[in-house]
């Protein structure tokens, strides 16, 4: 849990709302609950102030809704006043179970939907609103970052029109390059990751783990998550490696280039357990065969941390990798929907980070410092010597 005590003596900003659009309601449902649980705890000495009416609630959710015309055209709607209110919009763009009439035939959601829908509540509430915040945990055509050739830059777009649509800060986890941030220079941006949860998660469903370099290795299927294996590994004082993946540059299939072959560049596995950091699970194709080349080169047990699942072609093949022994579990966090049928599966795992949202939001309301909500490296160290005692009566 965040450190509550941080805010005993902070003002908010403003009235705290939280707009939650349809596709991330569940998410939504739960960080209202943490909202809701923290207020309570919190002893602030400007609880009881009549200037801070509404400090604490029962529910801090906005009423709002994105209804569709027949034609497929959309709107946005506040069904209460937000005026003088600290919103803080939150969107999941890969949610794809949602669905609307479009001349009558059903159309599933796609991420620039789910984005349209995010700028129609936003001018709903622009001009009124005290200050707009943005949560959008997969950010809006992320992985389209740079320019090669005549193509467009849609990342840099979207944040540069947020931020002139009044947008003050945008909140995204994990994002495929942070450097997107430069299009929108005089814009609050901040991404986090999911370490503490990951780390929290595989520990507590996993009792015979030894973290150390002789037993564990954090590996990076590629060079662009190279970064967050380091500070894993460090953190966890073991060792790291990395695949290279040599590509095919003289074809494009399905808007990229073909990877060739996965090269390993690193020390020996060897028996050792293997946890591989990435941030998004798409297809899972090369996810798959870095599994699978690991478990050739003898590694014990193989767990694949992403912080995305998108599952884009479905499980047909993960169940078949799975039973093939070339990984023993997938842990990707909620932060985006997943389906039903991925929950199921026995070799899945799920990192709740609704409760680290909360407190994000909860120290930003109160314009305190986020390094309250955060501090991973002491909290992965704190669970990670209660894993090692092996006393089952502790809760990670």
Do not use: W
């Amino acid at each position: 849990m965040a450190n509550l005590n941080a805010l005993e003596n902070a003002m908010p900003v403003a009235p705290l709302k939280l707009v939650a659009l349809p596709g991330a309601a569940m998410l939504g449902d739960m960080v209202n609950n943490h909202l809701v649980s923290y207020r309570r705890k919190i002893n602030n000495v400007h609880r009881a102030d009549h200037a801070f009416n509404g400090y604490i609630e029962n529910n801090y959710l906005a009423n709002c809704s994105t209804p569709r015309f027949g034609s497929g055209e959309g709107k946005g709607q506040l069904a209460e006043s937000v005026r003088g209110k600290d919103l803080f919009f939150l969107v999941d763009v890969c949610n794809n179970s949602l669905t609307y009439k479009m001349f009558g035939y059903e159309n599933h959601m796609s991420p620039d939907d789910h984005y349209q829908d995010l700028k129609r509540l936003i001018s709903a509430a622009r001009g009124k609103a005290h200050r707009i915040t943005v949560i959008m945990p997969f950010m809006y055509e992320g992985r389209q970052h740079k320019r090669s050739g005549r193509e467009s830059l849609d990342c840099a777009y979207a944040l540069s029109e947020l931020a002139e649509m009044g947008v003050d800060n945008i909140i995204t986890f994990d994002c495929h390059d942070p450097r997107v941030a430069n299009a929108t220079p005089l814009c609050g941006f901040d991404n986090f990751t999911p370490n503490y949860q990951f780390a929290r998660t595989l520990l507590s469903n996993e009792n015979d783990l030894i973290i150390d370099k002789e037993h564990t290795v954090v590996i990076s299927p590629d060079e662009g998550a190279l970064d967050r294996a380091i500070y894993f590994a460090t953190v966890l004082g073991v060792d790291t490696g990395m695949f290279y993946k040599r590509r095919d540059y003289t074809q494009i299939i399905n808007g990229k280039n073909p990877i060739v072959a996965h090269e390993f560049l690193g020390d020996n596995i060897d028996g050792k357990d293997v946890i591989i950091m990435d941030d998004m699970i798409s297809s899972g194709d090369s996810m798959i065969d870095t599994a699978r080349q690991l478990k050739a080169m003898n590694a014990k047990r193989v767990f694949i941390c992403c912080t995305f699942g998108l599952f884009t072609n479905g499980l047909d093949a993960f169940d078949k990798a799975y039973e093939k022994c070339y990984f023993d579990k997938i842990i990707t966090t909620n932060l985006t929907y997943t389906p039903p049928e991925v929950l199921q599966r026995p070799y899945y795992l799920q990192a709740d980070m609704s409760k680290f949202i909360a407190s994000i939001i909860d120290f930003m309301n109160h314009d305190s410092s986020l390094m309250n909500a955060l501090t991973p490296t002491e909290k992965i160290h704190k669970i990670l010597s209660l894993y090692n005692e092996r006393n089952e009566n502790i809760e990670f």
